[in-house]
């Protein structure tokens, strides 16, 4: 596969920065959420949807797309924010965020949106149904994006292993290496390290990246869909708030939006100064 042309990544990341500021916009509007995990997710969304997934935004329910099963379903402005800059719904509904009767509720509801793949919000249940979906139709790639904090749920590693045991070739996992969760840092709550190791005796194919990478992040699931005998898990490392630096690597963003004036006016001058450096 030929490599990404410095044209395109540029590209990836001017797209990839107007999510982040639809993202904040929907944050500052809903006066609720959640600010890091969206954040750092940002640039492997962009991937996703704007060089690797097959889908149709028209056609939501295509019998061939790709399935994308969010599973940290409390990170779900990337989501939304992702679909709309796809061509899903209007950018302008994104600001219906956590709003009563809204289809973009506070995790993610088939019944509300239903070009969602599941509904989530237990942490967890994700790579379960993705694994059950995988086993269900091998002709189709399913993706299931988690957190690295989600992975204290004891069930993702039941999933682990009937995932290992069936060989699912075709499901890929995408870890939020982000290293924080709701209450401190992952390796001081409940440390996951050796996490490659771990993955690895699941029999999984294990590949680590910088996840603000958009180079890594295409070569990985490429490399990842070629795998076709064992499930592969991506270990993307990412920094949480990634684009606002005051508010990066610090886990009190996990679950709350910028909200006095001066934490808003951050937010949005950081962003802002992005997108000039991208001009």
């Not at 709550?189 to 996840?211: A, H, Q, R, T, Y």
């Not at 499930?231 to 606002?244: D, F």
């Amino acid at each position: 596969m030929s490599p990404i042309s410095p044209e395109k990544i540029h590209e990836f990341k001017k797209k990839a920065n107007d999510i982040r500021k639809t993202i904040i916009e929907m944050l500052i509007e809903a006066k609720s959420g959640h600010t890091a995990g969206p954040l750092d997710m940002t640039d492997i969304f962009t991937a996703l949807y704007f060089h690797l997934l097959k889908y149709d935004p028209k056609r939501p329910d295509w019998a061939e797309r790709d399935r994308l099963i969010l599973s940290n379903g409390h990170i779900c402005p990337v989501l939304y924010a992702t679909m709309a800059h796809a061509g899903y719904f209007p950018v302008e509904e994104t600001l219906t965020l956590r709003k009563f009767k809204s289809r973009l509720q506070g995790h993610p509801h088939r019944d509300f949106l239903p070009a969602l793949e599941t509904s989530s919000g237990p942490l967890g249940s994700g790579l379960s149904q993705a694994v059950g979906m995988a086993i269900a139709d091998r002709l189709k790639f399913f993706y299931c994006l988690t957190g690295d904090g989600e992975l204290d749920a004891g069930q993702n590693w039941e999933a682990m292993m009937l995932a290992g045991k069936n060989k699912l070739g075709n499901l890929i996992v995408i870890v939020d290496r982000n290293k924080i969760q709701i209450d401190g840092f992952t390796e001081d709550v409940m440390p996951l390290e050796p996490l490659k190791l771990k993955w690895e005796s699941f029999n999984f194919d294990v590949i680590e990246i910088d996840g603000h990478d958009f180079e890594q992040i295409i070569t990985a699931v490429n490399q990842a869909k070629s795998v076709l005998d064992k499930p592969s898990v991506i270990i993307a490392n990412t920094i949480a708030s990634k684009g606002i630096p005051e508010f990066e690597g610090k886990f009190e963003w996990h679950g709350k939006p910028p909200s006095t004036p001066e934490e808003i006016t951050t937010a949005r001058n950081a962003l802002n100064k992005i997108e000039e450096q991208l001009k």
